[in-house]
């Protein structure tokens, strides 16, 4: 089976597509964002593009992992999360408070999907 990698750089790829799965890297804001709402909305059209580009969508989603930066931001991140994810199609998820490679993420979404196709 081929493997299929998107937006790839020396160090990772934001996607892998193998076998009819979609693995994303950790999703991270680009730039610094006022909110964490404003921050969880970039990291998931981030998402959004890397499904679509994967050929999947946020109704094929199986696993979802969250490092908030402060749990103080879980139920802002939460509101935002569940007005993105499809009714009846919550994947299997964790969150977990961890201190973020970047200094101004407050929150980093790995997700892993099912191909459309497959």
């Given at each position: 089976?081929?493997?299929?990698r998107?937006?790839?750089?020396?160090?990772?790829?934001?996607?892998?597509?193998?076998?009819?799965?979609?693995?994303?890297?950790?999703?991270?804001?680009?730039?610094?964002?006022?909110?964490?709402?404003?921050?969880?909305?970039?990291?998931?059209?981030?998402?959004?593009?890397?499904l679509?580009?994967?050929?999947?969508?946020?109704?094929?989603?199986?696993?979802?992992?969250?490092?908030v930066?402060?749990?103080?931001?879980?139920?802002?991140?939460?509101?935002v999360?569940?007005?993105?994810?499809?009714?009846?199609?919550?994947p299997?998820?964790?969150?977990?408070?961890?201190?973020?490679?970047?200094?101004?993420?407050?929150?980093?979404?790995?997700?892993?999907?099912a191909?459309?196709?497959a």
């Amino acid at each position: 089976m081929k493997i299929k990698r998107i937006n790839t750089s020396a160090r990772m790829s934001k996607a892998v597509v193998y076998a009819g799965m979609v693995h994303l890297a950790g999703i991270v804001a680009e730039a610094p964002c006022a909110t964490i709402t404003d921050e969880t909305q970039q990291i998931l059209a981030t998402i959004d593009d890397l499904l679509t580009q994967a050929g999947s969508g946020r109704d094929r989603l199986l696993s979802a992992q969250f490092w908030v930066s402060d749990m103080r931001y879980y139920d802002e991140m939460n509101r935002v999360w569940d007005a993105w994810l499809p009714a009846g199609e919550a994947p299997a998820r964790a969150c977990v408070e961890a201190k973020l490679a970047r200094p101004h993420a407050r929150i980093e979404i790995m997700v892993v999907a099912a191909q459309k196709d497959a």
